[in-house]
């Protein structure tokens, strides 16, 4: 059983960096993909970021050159560094990863941008 855990959302000015942690436990394990989605409110969830456990990454289009994926397989935690934050990018965000062709989510971090 993969168990994943978010910090670090919070509240936030227009154009400040966040970053976020997921942390997975619960066993001795190798994870597959990891990633990060966001949903707003009356939106659908989305994908931000996702990371390869070859380091391949993607982004979605609205988040290229602020956003950055990033994991410590060691730890099996992925990061998302968050800079020049816009009110748009208000939203809970979610990591999730994959393992033994299961995906796993976390519970969600809120993240609030102010104008």
């Known amino acids: 059983q993969v168990q994943l855990t978010e910090s670090g959302g919070g509240l936030v000015q227009a154009g400040g960096p966040l970053r976020l942690a997921c942390a997975a436990s619960g066993n001795r394990f190798k994870l597959n993909a990891m990633g990060w989605y966001r949903q707003a409110p009356g939106k659908r969830r989305e994908s931000v970021a996702e990371?390869?456990?070859?380091?391949?990454?993607n982004y979605a289009d609205s988040v290229k050159g602020r956003f950055t994926i990033s994991r410590d397989n060691a730890k099996n935690t992925v990061y998302l560094q968050m800079n020049s934050l816009k009110p748009e990018d208000t939203a809970v965000y979610y990591c999730?990863?994959?393992?033994?062709?299961?995906?796993?989510w976390g519970q969600g971090t809120q993240v609030t941008v102010s104008s």
């Open positions: 999730n990863a994959d393992y033994r062709s299961r995906t796993y």
């Open positions: 990371i390869t456990s070859g380091d391949t990454i």
